[in-house]
């Protein structure tokens, strides 16, 4: 069944820890979204990719990286989390034919950075 | 550039009532349109979106939504609240760029009450 994935589903971890969030996708989609989502809050798009070996900034500065070295497989990192980080965090995946793009999301990952 | 508008962070309704929740977009372009749930603890799943084919778009689960040009309007409507419709709502607009990227509302969540 065609899906897109994200582990972990929830993270608790220390100030200066370096964390990877996993987003995978199983549709064959180009384009892949990493969105923060404070609670109560609007989405803010933080990175996103079209391809292999392409990623952007989104709209939202973010100190995290991301890395698209498979088109199935963009996790984004954090290299020295802080309690800032603590956030929910949204992978989504676009493409396919026509013109309109339907975002399809992941369940996200919940970060508590203490 | 698009923004988007939903009025109302809480909508309070009660089980069988007409549900209305809205959302004003401001757009350059012929935009497209869309409507997302959130259930809690979980990811955005699509609801219906808005691709110019007809103004009045059907979604899942009962849902449907009327576009309106002079109004710069996309609200979501169901004839009968359900228990099971309380979540977050998220209107979103296209950029109708290659992105693919969408820029959200602030949510409106939805309590039904027995």
């Known amino acids: 069944e065609a899906d897109i994935y994200q582990t972990p589903r929830y993270l608790v971890i220390g100030t200066g820890k370096k964390i990877t969030l996993e987003c995978s996708q199983t549709?064959?989609?180009?384009?892949m979204y990493w969105y923060q989502q404070d609670p109560g809050m609007e989405l803010h798009l933080i990175h996103y990719s079209y391809g292999v070996n392409s990623t952007e900034k989104g709209d939202l500065s973010s100190e995290s990286t991301v890395s698209r070295i498979r088109t199935e497989h963009f996790p984004l990192t954090l290299e020295s989390a802080r309690p800032s980080h603590t956030s929910q965090y949204l992978c989504?995946?676009?493409?396919?034919?026509?013109?309109?793009?339907?975002?399809?999301f992941g369940p996200g990952t919940r970060l508590l950075v203490l | 550039a698009q923004s988007v508008t939903q009025l109302g962070s809480h909508v309070s309704v009660s089980e069988g009532a007409l549900v209305l929740l809205r959302c004003n977009y401001s757009?350059?372009?012929?935009?497209?349109l869309f409507w997302y749930v959130q259930y809690p603890n979980q990811g955005l799943q699509l609801l219906l979106k808005y691709t110019s084919a007809a103004t009045l778009v059907k979604g899942i689960n009962g849902f449907e939504a009327e576009f309106k040009k002079s109004e710069t309007s996309f609200h979501l409507t169901k004839p009968s609240a359900h228990m099971s419709d309380a979540a977050e709502y998220f209107c979103?607009?296209?950029?109708?760029?290659?992105?693919?990227?969408?820029?959200f509302g602030q949510g409106t969540t939805l309590q039904v009450k027995p």
């Open positions: 989504a995946s676009s493409g396919g034919q026509g013109v309109i793009e339907t975002q399809y």
């Open positions: 979103a607009v296209s950029d109708r760029s290659n992105t693919g990227k969408l820029i």
């Open positions: 757009s350059s372009v012929p935009p497209y």
């Open positions: 549709m064959g989609h180009d384009k």
